[in-house]
C-alpha cells in the first residue's frame, strides 16, 4: 500500500494518530458528557454505533456482488 522507501513515514504517521486519539477521546468524551449530560451522551455514542453498523453493512454487501 506504500512505497517501500515511505514505509517508516506510514507507520509513524499510524502510530502518532492512534495515540493522539489516546489523549484527545477521554478529554473530549468527559467535556461533551458534562456539557450535555450523560444520558444524551449515550444515546449519541448508540446512535453513532447504529450508523457504522449500517454503513458496515452496505460496504460489505456491495463488496460481495
Not at 478529554?27 to 444524551?40: D, P, R, S, V
Amino acid at each position: 500500500l506504500s512505497p517501500a522507501s515511505r514505509r517508516g513515514e506510514y507507520m509513524a504517521l499510524y502510530s502518532m494518530t492512534w495515540s493522539t486519539v489516546n489523549i484527545l477521546a477521554p478529554a473530549i468524551g468527559l467535556t461533551l458528557a458534562e456539557e450535555i449530560g450523560f444520558h444524551w451522551f449515550w444515546i449519541g455514542i448508540v446512535a453513532l454505533c447504529g450508523v457504522g453498523i449500517l454503513l458496515f453493512i452496505r460496504i460489505f454487501r456491495q463488496a460481495a456482488e
